[in-house]
């Protein structure tokens, strides 16, 4: 997504920064449990599975914070 969360439209990656936090945590739980994506192989859900609840919270309070 970025060294400032500004999104690669070229890799569909979306822009992060300002997102709400509520919504990140939700969507990077939803990756990780395979809600949002039925497929193992996708990166989110690689990234999303070594992540513990407490930094998924961290990163998406973070995230929220850029601008």
Do not use: C
Request: aromatic letters at 8%; charged letters at 25%.
């Amino acid at each position: 997504h970025g060294p400032s969360g500004e999104g690669n439209k070229p890799a569909t990656f979306p822009a992060l920064r300002s997102q709400h936090a509520d919504y990140l945590i939700k969507t990077l739980t939803d990756f990780k449990s395979g809600t949002r994506s039925k497929n193992t192989d996708n990166m989110m859900y690689m990234i999303t599975k070594k992540m513990t609840d407490d930094e998924i919270k961290a990163v998406s309070y973070y995230i929220s914070t850029m601008k």
